[in-house]
């Protein structure tokens, strides 16, 4: 495989469910990213991971839990979520996190907390 | 601070029609510019950059110049095909930090 690739691409989950998202890239990039899409609001960007080290957490609530066990991967750990967590959860990557970097985005994870 | 503004969608189009998509920005320093363009059921992909000013990307038939004196990124095509239908976002990084910040995206969609 080629790319950004997510799984699941589909999750349904109550609000006491722990679930996982799971990110892996293939471009041999050292930056990755979890963002939130949800219906007619922009793209949020919840965690920044750069050298499997976090350098960015946007005020996200703590019921989402990152994990970046290589440079390759990247964890949303989920735990009690609320419905307006529903969306859809993109991953991205790029080569270094600079400020000229391309982002490769992911096809996504769609999400709803019933 | 940092900020992106595009035109609401959607934008219903007949194929072979011209297209603009406005984007406007505001930010401090020299930002790059860029559209993403999303494709039903998948995530986004990068359609075009510019770094600096006057600078004009294109790809696939589409183009967008970077305009600092009205800080502006429109996107246009001159002949659209009904599998341009997407949601197309504009997004500015600046230099100071590797954070994309995107607009709200505009949803077209082109009638055969």
């Known amino acids: 495989e080629t790319g950004v690739t997510q799984t699941p691409r589909h999750l349904v989950m109550g609000m006491t469910n722990k679930k996982s998202l799971k990110c892996e890239q293939h471009?041999?990039?050292?930056?990755m990213y979890w963002y939130k899409q949800s219906a007619k609001k922009p793209l949020e960007l919840m965690f920044v991971?750069?050298?499997?080290?976090?350098?960015e957490n946007n005020s996200v609530p703590s019921r989402f839990s990152p994990e970046c066990p290589n440079s390759s991967h990247l964890f949303l750990h989920l735990h009690t979520l609320q419905p307006e967590d529903s969306a859809l959860y993109l991953c991205a990557s790029s080569q270094d996190g600079g400020p000229e970097d391309t982002q490769y985005f992911g096809p996504g994870t769609r999400l709803t907390v019933l | 601070g940092n900020s992106v503004t595009q035109m609401e969608g959607p934008v219903t189009l007949s194929e072979e029609a011209f297209l603009t998509i406005n984007c406007t920005y505001t930010a401090t320093g020299y930002p790059s510019l860029f559209w993403y363009v999303q494709y039903p059921g998948e995530g986004l992909q990068l359609l075009l950059k510019a770094t600096k000013a006057d600078d004009k990307g294109s790809n696939k038939g589409f183009e967008a110049t970077y305009r600092k004196e009205t800080t502006s990124f429109h996107l246009e095509k001159g002949s659209v095909q009904v599998s341009d239908s997407a949601v197309y976002f504009c997004?500015?990084?600046?230099?100071?930090?590797?954070?994309?910040?995107f607009g709200s995206g505009t949803r077209l969609s082109i009638r055969p």
């Open positions: 991971y750069n050298f499997k080290e976090q350098t």
């Open positions: 471009l041999g990039h050292n930056a």
């Open positions: 997004a500015l990084l600046y230099s100071s930090a590797s954070k994309i910040i």
